[in-house]
């Protein structure tokens, strides 16, 4: 059964740091491109990082460049997503995917997708 499972959301102050992870089952993770997406009460889901299956190329939103590094662990089949100086704005639930080819920012260009965690900046 091909699964992917986020966890590390949290409550979390303003500059304060979370790691997500991407846990893959059934399936081997490096032969995908991860996204991360994330979603907002009464918002759009939006694309946030990639990783690409090809060369291991990221790219970021640019709300979240220089804050939020991707990265990933092929022996435990798990992407991750660093997030530091976590501000307010970035209050969503956080969605990871896969597809078959380059990084994308369309939701619709993704296939499987994980149940999301939810993470709250707040002070």
């Known amino acids: 059964q091909v699964q992917l499972v986020e966890s590390g959301g949290g409550l979390v102050q303003p500059g304060g740091s979370l790691r997500l992870s991407c846990a893959a089952s059934?399936?081997?993770?490096?032969?995908?491109?991860i996204g991360w997406f994330r979603q907002a009460p009464g918002r759009e889901r939006e694309g946030v990082s990639c990783i690409a299956s090809s060369d291991g190329s990221t790219y970021y939103a640019d709300s979240v460049k220089g804050r939020f590094t991707i990265s990933r662990d092929n022996a435990k089949n798990t992407v991750y997503l660093q997030m530091n100086s976590l501000k307010p704005e970035d209050t969503a639930v956080y969605y990871c995917?896969?597809?078959?080819?380059?990084?994308?920012?369309?939701?619709?260009?993704?296939?499987?997708w994980g149940q999301g965690t939810q993470v709250t900046v707040s002070s």
């Open positions: 995917a896969t597809r078959g080819d380059l990084c994308s920012w369309y939701r619709q260009d993704f296939g499987s």
């Open positions: 059934g399936f081997t993770l490096d032969y995908y491109t």
